[in-house]
């Protein structure tokens, strides 16, 4: 119980530090014309919050957490911010300070307003339900590891894996709901959708840039893959430059990958995560040319064959190599740790709770 306690007030500083940070770019970084200057300006905030997890918490849930989304979001739209290249954190008389600060720190993007259709509230409410039944499988996938361990001397790799995918795949989009529900209540503003039904991708690239961590997906094209695209098109041309621009994407992608299992795990990494995103990248890059050549024959892979064959391959990629190095560190252990270590403080307090 003390140990919760402990996290609890360093988050409660953490979200002070973050927040006094971010106020200064906020008041001082934006009067400072975009480009290197405005780099410099921010760049102390940066280095703070690249060190933030190591120096803070303890706990497998904020410190992964705390990688995601201070370490690796919040820095790119840092960089995206002093080049003036992300609208929605661009400093003008209508983005109030809190819209700022949560736009930076959480994974989301302030929808332009427009008027609200009765299929926009019938989306609302289908989403939700989503959402509740995530909750459910993430939940069960969640006893399920317990009881395997309980009762499983030798517990298998493979279903080990399983397990993690799942809590990893219905969690994330779970934790992000939340993210955006608490943005939504402070700012009063709709939100962009973070994810959009994963589970029907039609391709390996409709999945990532399309479907799965939007949010994500779109601060990487904004901060690699566009100028990796400009760079080489005076060379490649426009259409090819697009191959180094996807390759070097994912690249980046597998190498922030990396450091947030060094943040959680501590240990010098195995580079599974980095290959993993290289061999999607590659991938990719093989499956835009097939689909150009492909639609100039008037060919199209019906989505009840790309799907299945996009999911399978999504999933046991991710069993084979993204999960091995959080797995080896204990990531998963941990996790699970602190989840029941959680309900039992929440019980206890509710026990002790005066009538």
């Known amino acids: 119980m003390e140990g919760i306690e402990d996290e609890l007030n360093n988050f409660t500083k953490a979200v002070f530090i973050i927040s006094l940070s971010l106020t200064y770019c906020y008041y001082i970084s934006s009067r400072i014309a975009k480009g290197k200057l405005r780099l410099l300006s921010v760049l102390p905030v940066i280095s703070i919050f690249v060190i933030f997890p190591l120096m803070s918490f303890s706990s497998f849930y904020l410190q992964c957490n705390s990688a995601l989304c201070i370490v690796w979001l919040a820095n790119f739209k840092l960089v995206l911010f002093a080049f003036g290249k992300d609208d929605n954190i661009s400093i003008n008389p209508s983005i109030p300070l809190l819209d700022f600060i949560l736009v930076i720190v959480f994974p989301i993007k302030i929808k332009e307003s427009r008027p609200t259709s009765n299929s926009t509230s019938s989306r609302k409410c289908a989403f939700k339900l989503l959402d509740f039944a995530y909750a459910l499988l993430w939940s069960i996938s969640v006893h399920l590891r317990v009881l395997y361990k309980q009762h499983v001397p030798s517990m298998n790799p493979i279903v080990v894996h399983i397990l993690y995918f799942s809590r990893i795949f219905f969690g994330l989009q779970i934790e992000f709901a939340s993210f955006a529900a608490l943005s939504k209540l402070l700012t009063g503003k709709e939100l962009e959708p973070q ?19 939007l949010m994500f997906s779109k601060s990487l094209k904004s901060a690699i893959h566009e100028p990796t695209r400009s760079l080489f098109t005076p060379i490649l041309g426009r259409r090819l430059a697009i191959h180094p621009a996807i390759l070097a994407t994912f690249v980046v992608s597998g190498l922030m990958h990396e450091v947030m299992s060094f943040y959680v795990g501590r240990t010098w990494p195995t580079w599974e995560l980095t290959w993993f995103f290289i061999i999607h990248g590659l991938y990719v890059t093989i499956e835009v040319e097939i689909k150009k050549k492909a639609s100039k024959c008037g060919w199209k892979l019906h989505p009840i064959i790309s799907t299945p064959l996009t999911v399978g391959f999504v999933m046991s990629t991710a069993i084979w190599l993204a999960y091995a190095e959080p797995i080896h560190c204990l990531a998963d252990v941990r996790e699970i740790e602190e989840y029941v270590a959680l309900v039992d403080y929440v019980k206890h307090r509710l026990r002790n709770a005066p009538n």
Do not use: A, I, V
């Open 195 to 213: 994810f959009k039904n994963p589970l029907l991708p039609t391709s390996l690239g409709n999945f990532w840039s399309k479907r799965w961590n």
